[in-house]
């Protein structure tokens, strides 16, 4: 098997058209500019569905979640500070929040008495992927190998090969140090490894 590193799984650039600066644009949207506001979806809704459906692997929670997060974002944008946080960041956190509150809600009463630590196991009631969401032979295998990982190790592991987040940023938006997200990566790398050592991902 080939070595598995941050290159092996997708990665989108967070490019903004020339012109356009992140700023500028909540500035515009605080000044309640609308088009300003329907920009910034535009331009994050790709991000938060992704991660959102990454997480939860069913569409339509993946589709309310993502509503709820901008719906939340947007109410709340006079309190984002970009000192402490770039906008994606506090984006993702708010998603993040939501995609647990999600799985809470939607596996918890099927757990019993003895699975009270569910956040450290795997989800055994994951739906299916989606069909409409189309990968090559080599994706289903890293994406199945995901979809195995408990929640913790899950958000992790999307944050940073999916989305090519620095250890910094994935424990600004989980809320741990990021020694903690560099810990769960290594074994979230560790199990993904060990899932793939017989699959040939060239």
Known sequence: MNTLSDSSILHWADAWP???EPLAILERCLAGDEAAYALLY???ASYI???AYGLLQHREDAEEVLQDSFEYAFR???HYDPQKAAFKTWLYQIAVSRCRNKRRRRWLPTLSLSQTEHDELADPHLPATDEGLLLNEREQLVWAALRALSPKLRETALLRYYEGLTYEEIG???SIP???AESRMRLAHK???QLLANEDLR
């Open 191 to 193: 199990t993904l490894y």
């Open 42 to 44: 535009r331009h994050y």
């Open 172 to 174: 600004q938006i989980l």
């Open 49 to 51: 569905y992704r991660l």
């Open 18 to 20: 020339a012109g356009e």
């Open 178 to 180: 990021a020694k903690t």
């Open 76 to 78: 709340r944008l006079a």
